[in-house]
């Protein structure tokens, strides 16, 4: 079983950035694919970006790519997630999840999943 920690949430202005982290406990971190969602008020969880077991392979929606990275470390059990030119629409609670799968896009193809960390751009 993995426990999944974001932090790294906060209030930014539009353009502004932040780092998200994940912090996963247990010894099979490295083990999972990990992946990034995220949910706005009143709308359905989307996927952001995934990451493979290793971290070789990513995969991103189109609205972020160009303005956000994921990573990970498995030597610290922990995923990221950098976030630049952040705009309003951005706003939502961002989660970190884990799948035994190969970089996911599917929320009900993740296992485990972090309580969330809020995000909130003002323009």
């Known amino acids: 079983q993995v426990q999944l920690v974001e932090s790294g949430g906060g209030s930014v202005q539009a353009g502004g950035s932040l780092r998200l982290s994940c912090a996963a406990s247990?010894?099979?971190?490295?083990?999972?694919?990990m992946g990034w969602f995220r949910q706005a008020p009143g709308k359905e969880r989307e996927f952001i970006a995934a990451i493979n077991w290793i971290g070789s392979s990513t995969n991103y929606v189109d609205s972020v790519k160009g303005r956000f990275t994921i990573s990970r470390d498995n030597n610290k059990n922990t995923l990221y997630l950098q976030m630049n030119s952040l705009k309003p629409e951005d706003t939502a609670v961002y989660y970190c999840?884990?799948?035994?799968?190969?970089?996911?896009?599917?929320?009900?193809?993740?296992?485990?999943w972090g309580q969330g960390t809020q995000v909130t751009v003002s323009s």
């Open positions: 247990g010894r099979t971190f490295s083990s999972y694919a």
């Open positions: 999840a884990a799948s035994r799968l190969q970089t996911p896009t599917i929320a009900k193809l993740y296992d485990y």
